[in-house]
């Protein structure tokens, strides 16, 4: 199954797709996370680089914490149901070494 957003970030943040419009997040930093993934598709993030970019001075843990939130309600809203997890936002989990 092919899903396709389309994102529009002038005039205000919208996503948008078959009839289904969004203009609206939880929260300003879960808008703004998806507008800077959209910005740069097709491009891995680095987590503590999208920590540092939208939370700024929060520790790591706490970032962490904020960042997973972000991008739990943007699947919420992104791929509701009868679109397969994972399919719009990819996340790896994180390895340590």
């Known amino acids: 199954m092919e899903v ?3 994102i529009e970030l002038l005039g205000g ?3 948008g797709r ?5 203009e609206r997040f ?3 930093k879960a808008g703004g996370l998806l507008a800077l993934l959209a910005y740069h598709p097709n491009q891995t993030h680095c987590r503590e680089t999208l920590i540092e970019q939208l939370w ?3 520790d790591v843990s706490r970032g962490r914490h904020l960042l997973s ?3 739990n309600t943007l699947r919420h809203r992104l791929e509701p149901p009868g679109i397969p ?3 719009i936002l ?5 390895t340590s070494g």
């Open 4 to 6: 396709i957003w389309r």
């Open 13 to 15: 943040l919208k996503a």
């Open 18 to 22: 078959s009839g289904q419009e969004i």
């Open 26 to 28: 939880r929260t300003q």
């Open 56 to 58: 700024p001075n929060t």
């Open 69 to 71: 939130q972000a991008l």
């Open 85 to 87: 997890a994972g399919c």
């Open 90 to 94: 990819i996340a790896d989990i994180p």
